[in-house]
C-alpha cells in the first residue's frame, strides 16, 4: 500500500506560536517515514478536503482556532471515508463544538505536565503492536468521553487509568487521538513518532492485524539454547515457529518438545531451504559458516538473520549484502546486546552532551586463562578470537561514535596457549574521521582487566567498570566546576531485536541493525588483524560508507 498524502494543520491562536513551530516535528517525522506531507497553519483548507489531494488530516491545533462550518468541513471528510489523527490538544480546540468532540470521541477535562508512564492497554490492536510501555516528561488529559472508541493507551494519574491514545470509525472513515505532544521531547520521542506514523496509516484504511511471518533456524545446539531463544522473542514478536534445522537427531528431538508436533524438523539445510515455507532463515551456527548458508538462504528468497558476528571477512558480509540487495530481502545480524541496558546507558549519557564532544572511546574484556569452547579457542571455525565478544563491543563503539572510519590498526598475539589456534592477544585502534579514536582490547592474558567503557568527551567523561551493574560514573566540567555523577544502569530487553525486525518486515519501518552496520564490524576485526600482519601499519576500509 502506498503511503497517503497528509495534512497537517499546525496552529492556534496568535499568542500560542508554539503550534506552527512545534507541528514541525510532525511534519517531519512523517516525511521521514515516506508520506508526502504538508504542513499549514491555514484553517481553511479543512473546507476543500472532500475530493482533493489529501487522505488523512493531522490536526495540531488549540482553542477557538476552527469555525463550525470548518468543522463540519472536515467532519463531512472523514465520513466519507477520510482519515483524522488528532494530537494532544486537538481535543481542546473549538470546546464548545459539539461535532468536534463527538468526532474524536471526547473532551479535555483536565491537564498535568510531569513524567508519567505510558502503558499499552491493547497490544493487539494493530497500532499498539509490539510497542512497549515507555515513560514521557510530557502533559497527560483527563477526559470526558462523548462518542465510543477503543483505547490501545493508558496512563495511571489519581489513582485512576485514563486513556492516551484511542481510534474509532465514523461513517466509512477511521479516527484516531494521540493524547501526548505538548512539547518538542515529546512530539519528538522515538515511540511517539512511531505511534504517529501508524496511526496516519490506520486513518487511512491500512489493516495489518493479521499479517505475519514464519521463521526458521539452523543449529540447534544445547550450548545456551541460542536457537530456542531466538525463536521464542520472534514468537513474541508475532512471527510464527516453523521449521528447525540441525546435524544431530536428538537436537531435532529437543526442538520438537519445545515447539510441539507441527514443527518441521531436518537433518539438511539444503533440504530445509528447498521444502520448508520460512519466511525467515535464523543462522546459529559455526561463525564460517555465517556467509554460506546466508547466501543460500538469500538465494531462495528468504530474509536472512545471522547470529554475530555477521561474516568472517569483510569480503563475505560485502558478498551476504549484494546478494540481499540483489533477492530484494532482508540480512540482519543479531546485535542483541544493542539493547543491554548498561550498554543504553552509556550511549545516552554520550549523546546527551552531558561530557561535550566525544572524541575517544576505549573497551577492554577478556581475563587470564585457558579460553573456553572451540570457537572461542580455535580459528577455523570462529574467524579469530575477536570474532566473538569483540564483535559486540566493536558494535558498541560504532554506535557510540557514528563517524567514517579513516582507518584500522591492529596488534595480535600469541603468546602462551600454543594447543589453541586463536589468538591469545588482540587489539584495535580505530581513527575517525575530525580526529577521533578509539581502541579495544581483548586477551586470555590479561592479568588486569581494563575498564568495559571509558569515553572521553571535551567536558568530561564515562566510566563503567565491568563490575558496575546498577550505575555508570560520569564527570562533567564545565565553567570551572567538575561535578561527577552517578548514571542508573537500567534493564536490558534483547527481545527488542526481533520486535524491530518484525516492526521492519511487515511495516516497512526502519531496520535497526541494518547489514551495513554489521559490516563496519567485521571491517574493523578483520582489517585489525591484516594490520597486525604488516607490522601495525593502519588499514582502510575497502568499501564507501
Request: glycine content about 10%; charged content about 20%; hydrophobic content about 40%.
Amino acid at each position: 500500500m502506498s503511503q497517503p498524502s497528509v495534512l497537517v494543520l499546525a496552529g492556534a491562536a496568535a499568542q500560542f506560536p508554539q503550534y506552527s513551530r512545534d507541528g514541525v516535528h510532525l511534519t517531519t517525522a512523517l516525511t521521514q517515514a515516506g508520506f508526502d506531507a504538508t504542513q499549514t497553519a491555514d484553517a481553511g483548507m479543512l473546507s476543500s478536503l472532500n475530493g482533493g489531494k489529501f487522505q488523512v488530516v493531522v490536526l495540531y491545533t488549540f482553542g477557538d482556532y476552527l469555525d463550525d462550518a470548518t468543522i463540519e468541513s472536515l467532519a463531512k471528510f472523514v465520513r466519507a471515508g477520510g482519515g483524522l489523527v488528532g494530537i494532544h490538544t486537538a481535543i481542546a480546540t473549538s470546546p464548545k463544538n459539539e461535532t468536534l468532540g463527538k468526532l474524536f470521541g471526547a473532551r479535555i477535562v483536565k491537564g498535568y505536565i510531569g513524567e508519567h508512564k505510558i502503558a499499552v492497554s491493547d497490544p493487539n490492536y494493530p497500532i499498539a503492536h509490539r510497542v512497549q510501555d515507555f515513560r514521557m516528561d510530557d502533559e497527560l488529559y483527563v477526559t470526558e468521553k462523548k462518542s465510543d472508541y477503543h483505547a490501545f493507551l493508558s496512563t495511571t494519574f489519581e489513582a485512576g487509568q485514563h486513556a492516551m491514545g484511542w481510534s474509532r470509525s465514523e461513517g466509512a472513515g477511521k479516527v484516531v487521538y494521540l493524547g501526548n505532544g505538548h512539547t518538542p521531547g515529546g512530539l519528538s520521542h522515538p515511540t511517539f513518532k512511531q505511534l504517529l506514523t501508524r496511526s496516519v496509516r490506520f486513518a487511512a484504511g491500512e489493516d495489518w492485524s493479521t499479517k505475519t511471518l514464519s521463521c526458521a533456524a539452523v543449529g540447534y545446539g544445547a550450548q545456551f539454547s541460542m536457537a530456542k531463544q531466538h525463536l521464542r522473542s520472534a514468537e513474541k514478536a508475532r512471527l510464527t515457529t516453523n521449521a528447525v534445522c540441525d546435524i544431530d537427531a536428538k537436537r531435532l528431538e529437543a526442538a520438537a518438545a519445545d515447539f510441539g508436533p507441527s514443527l518441521q524438523t531436518y537433518l539438511s539445510y539444503d533440504e530445509m531451504i528447498q521444502k520448508c515455507s520460512a519466511d525467515l532463515i535464523m543462522i546459529i551456527t559455526p561463525h564460517n559458516l555465517h556467509a554460506p548458508m546466508a547466501l543460500k538462504a538469500l538465494a531462495a528468497g528468504r530474509h536472512v538473520v545471522s547470529e554475530k558476528p555477521f561474516t568472517c571477512t569483510t569480503a563475505e558480509a560485502t558478498a551476504v549484502i549484494d546478494a540481499a540487495k540483489k533477492a530484494n530481502r532482508m540480512a540482519t545480524v543479531f546485535h542483541n546486546r544493542r539493547w543491554d541496558g548498561d550498554f543504553i546507558a552509556v550511549r545516552d549519557i554520550a549523546r546527551s552532551g552531558v561530557i561535550g564532544d566525544v572524541f575517544h572511546v576505549e573497551c577492554g574484556f577478556g581475563g587470564y586463562g585457558e579460553p573456553r569452547e572451540w570457537w572461542r579457542s580455535h580459528k577455523e571455525p570462529s574467524g579469530g578470537a575477536f570474532f566473538d565478544w569483540g564483535a559486540h563491543f566493536v558494535d558498541w563503539v560504532l554506535q557510540i561514535m557514528p563517524h567514517k572510519i579513516e582507518s584500522v590498526s591492529g596488534d595480535f598475539k600469541k603468546l602462551k596457549y600454543a594447543a589453541f589456534s586463536n589468538e591469545d592477544f588482540s587489539s584495535a585502534y580505530i581513527r575517525f574521521e575530525g580526529g577521533r579514536s578509539a581502541s579495544v582490547e581483548q586477551g586470555c592474558v590479561n592479568a588486569i582487566s581494563k575498564a568495559k567503557f571509558r569515553i572521553l568527551g571535551t567536558n568530561g567523561g564515562i566510566e563503567m567498570l565491568h563490575s558496575d551493574k546498577d550505575t555508570v560514573r560520569v564527570v562533567s566540567l564545565k565553567d570551572g566546576q567538575r561535578i561527577e555523577s552517578k548514571y542508573p544502569i537500567g534493564k536490558g530487553d534483547w527481545d527488542g531485536f526481533y520486535r524491530n525486525v518484525a516492526d521492519h518486515l511487515l511495516l516497512g519501518e526502519p531496520l535497526i541493525v541494518t547489514a551495513e552496520s554489521a559490516r563496519k564490524v567485521i571491517a574493523v576485526l578483520d582489517l585489525a588483524e591484516q594490520s597486525s600482519k604488516q607490522g601495525g601499519a593502519p588499514v582502510k576500509l575497502p568499501f564507501e560508507q
